[in-house]
């Protein structure tokens, strides 16, 4: 675990515009000054990450928020009071204190203040807000320990603040409040439902396809393991040597890896298990599907991206 110093470290790299890895809740982030366009860039490059997916800015307030927003509209201070610090992105108008390679270009800016004690104080330390996409390269899984985060940049790994294993597991909600209908961009452990309750007006989901510039999160191939990845609802490949993310199956195909039956503890388990199943170099992982209801919306998302949308019967 880190230090104090590893904390002021930290805070002194990212004031003079290098890159730092940090733990939140939901997965490391790859963290840059996000008011310095050349810091900003140096994070496009490490992770291989095309220029027209926008990255998330990290703040320690909610006043922080506020100022990096050209509007802050009612239903942004409702999530913010009940949801931050957490796992919840608002996307709003960006003010101009940005830069445009924070937002690829984009008129809005994703907010949100992470929930992990170290890199709130970093940032608070820092004084700045901070850009930060999932500490992995493009496509590859997020990491959601310090090993992991170094296993995925290898040397290039820039100074890491160790803050133990992620308590969610898998990347925040993304919600647009930049229209009129607040746009489910991405889902993640907090459900529409409860956006819905909280803010007392539905929630639109965003199509697959979205106009000019699809977000990253919208991308098919993302949060992929190397092997090939089956969505299985009861039948197991009948050819080769496999790894099984079982559920309740009692099928034991191939390397069994039992996974937790809520959704809170299945998420917090899911990358670090696709990774030991990854490193096994079978010929395929099969992922038995979850149920489809509302608390494992999330996680479905990412197990439809890592396996290409492949459901087999
Ligand atoms: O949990 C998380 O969100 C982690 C940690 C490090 O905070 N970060 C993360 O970042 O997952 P990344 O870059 O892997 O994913 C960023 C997501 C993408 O789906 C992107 O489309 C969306 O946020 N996003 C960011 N800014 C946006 C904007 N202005 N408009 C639409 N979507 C945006
Ligand atoms: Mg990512």
Not at 224 to 241: A, D, F, N, W
Not at 251 to 275: D, F, N
Not at 304 to 313: D, L, N, P, Q, Y
Request: include cysteine; proline fraction near 9%; aromatic fraction near 4%.
């Amino acid at each position: 675990m880190s230090t104090d110093g590893d904390l002021e470290r930290a805070a002194e790299l990212l004031r003079a515009g290098e890159l730092v890895v940090l733990p939140t809740e939901t997965v490391y982030g790859l963290a840059a000054n996000a008011l310095n366009p050349q810091a900003v860039e140096r994070i496009y490059r490490m992770k291989g990450r095309p220029a027209t997916s926008p990255l998330i800015v990290h703040v320690s307030s909610i006043e922080m928020a506020r100022s990096l927003a050209r509007q802050w509209p009612g239903e942004a201070e409702i999530l913010a009071k009940k949801y931050w610090p957490g796992p919840l992105t608002m996307v709003l108008p960006k003010h101009a204190s940005i830069p445009s390679n924070v937002t690829a270009g984009l008129d809005t800016v994703g907010l949100r203040m992470p929930r992990h004690p170290l890199t709130l104080e970093v940032i608070r330390r820092a004084e700045l807000p901070v850009a930060a996409p999932s500490a992995n390269r493009f496509t590859e899984l997020s990491p959601t320990t310090a090993a992991h985060a170094r296993d995925a940049l290898g040397s290039d790994t820039p100074f890491l603040v160790d803050g133990g294993p992620c308590e969610v597991g898998i990347e925040s909600v993304v919600l647009s409040l930049a229209g009129g209908q607040p746009v489910l961009l991405r889902p993640g452990m907090i459900t529409k439902q409860e956006l819905e309750d909280v803010l007392g007006c539905a929630v639109e989901t965003a199509s697959r396809i979205e106009g000019a510039h699809p977000s990253p999160g919208m991308h098919e191939k993302h949060y992929s393991p190397r092997t090939r990845v089956l969505l299985v609802k009861e039948e197991m490949p009948k050819q080769g040597r496999g790894v099984f993310l079982a559920l309740h199956s009692e099928a034991a195909a191939g390397h069994v890896i039992r996974m937790p039956h809520t959704p809170g503890a299945y998420a917090q388990r899911l990358y670090s298990a696709l990774r030991e199943a990854d490193a096994r170099h079978a010929d395929w992982i099969a992922i038995e599907l979850p149920p489809a209801d509302s608390p494992w919306q999330g996680i479905l998302d990412r197990l439809r991206r890592a396996g290409m949308g492949v459901i087999t019967h």
